[in-house]
């Protein structure tokens, strides 16, 4: 496990308004997406002077101009990560310098700031430390970091604003899907494209979830937990889901996801690390095209064995059954977990919560 170190100096402002009893009983069953912690950060950008007056503040509501280009041209990007803490007590984090050059790879897309990979990391570590009580037990879950950067200028006009802000927040939080979904079912979206190629699809943007909403609503009503969207020239071939990346295990022992080379899928750090150490375990991992019809066929014949979805909130979720205007397919008895999922997931969070060898180097110590 790698240490880290700071070098930015940020200011801090102490936020005492929960008291201790308050986040203990919050702390208990903070869900997903709801219980935040005390603080945030703030990092401000200006053209011309670059990024500054890094500070820790109250978590609080954002005071904004109405004529912010955030609000009328979209120029908004985030990231998704955790903080973990050990069994001895060590703050960790998992690789959290891919979240941050991914964060770049976004702004770059989007014509924002470029916000250096250091400064991205040192700011997490920072509201970790201050906010070190909101880690929930290991039993309960982590600390969700939701780093996100916004156009602030005060302008109309479709052209890159001059400021910017870098925030974020955290909130403590159990499983993105409540206990009792366990194996999650899949609407398969043929009517709405999530993105194309040449479009934002490899960058994490708003705008992308925005997109994908009125086909998981379309989802729910037909009872589905998530949804699947395919690529948006066919209509055929699998891409991802709403927020995550989706993967295949076959009776032979192979373990497939679509491939990144089209440039509509989300480089996902849960996908990537959950391929090494497929790849570690013996198994035969692929990246290629997956027809939606190709599925519902190896379904019937036995041979798709194990379908999950995987994602930083998530982390790996068992997908159970999909289902389209066309039917429904399900997976094995569609309530079961498989035996390589199962595997996966519980090898991915070992090294996450600091209880197993980290041969990667992905773990990071908050000092």
Not at 84 to 103: K, S, V
Not at 212 to 218: T, Y
Not at 304 to 314: D, S
């Amino acid at each position: 496990m790698t240490a880290h170190k700071s070098h930015t100096h940020f200011t801090v402002t102490h936020n005492t308004k929960t008291s201790a009893a308050d986040r203990e009983r919050a702390l208990q069953n903070p869900g997903f997406g709801s219980t935040f912690t005390d603080h945030m950060v703030f990092v401000t950008y200006t053209a011309g002077k670059g990024w500054h007056s890094a500070r820790i503040v109250p978590y609080q509501p954002l005071v904004l101009e109405p004529s912010a280009l955030v609000f009328h041209y979209g120029q908004e990007i985030f990231e998704g990560l955790k903080a973990y803490r050990a069994e001895d007590g060590r703050l960790l984090l998992f690789r959290p310098e891919a979240n941050a050059y991914r964060f770049r790879k976004s702004a770059e897309r989007l014509a924002m700031a470029d916000l250096p990979e250091e400064l991205f990391i040192e700011a997490i570590s920072q509201l970790v430390r201050v906010d070190e009580a909101w880690i929930p037990p290991q039993e309960v879950g982590a600390l969700y970091l939701r780093p996100f950067m916004i156009a602030t200028e005060a302008a109309l006009g479709v052209r890159p604003s001059s400021t910017f802000e870098f925030i974020v927040i955290a909130c403590a939080v159990g499983d993105y899907f409540s206990a009792e979904s366990g194996v999650v079912s899949v609407w398969v979206e043929k009517n709405f494209a999530r993105t194309s190629r040449g479009g934002t699809g490899i960058a994490k943007c708003g705008g992308n979830y925005a997109a994908s909403l009125v086909a998981q609503m379309e989802g729910k009503a037909n009872g589905c937990h998530q949804v699947l969207f395919l690529d948006a020239y066919e209509r055929r071939w699998i891409e991802e889901m709403g927020g995550m990346n989706v993967m295949m295990v076959f009776d032979d022992g192979t373990l497939q996801t679509p491939p990144l080379t089209e440039g509509t899928i989300l480089h996902g750090i849960t996908r990537d690390s959950l391929l090494t150490l497929a790849r570690d375990k013996g198994l035969t991992v692929s990246e290629a095209p997956y027809a939606l019809d190709q599925l519902y066929h190896d379904v019937q014949s036995g041979r798709l064995k194990e379908v999950f979805a995987c994602g930083t909130a998530a982390v790996v979720t068992p997908i159970g059954s999909f289902k389209s205007s066309a039917g429904t397919c399900v997976i094995g008895d569609g309530q079961t977990i498989g035996p390589v999922t199962s595997l996966l997931r519980q090898s991915l969070c070992d090294i996450q919560f600091g209880r197993a060898p980290d041969p990667h180097g992905w773990v990071k110590v908050i000092q």
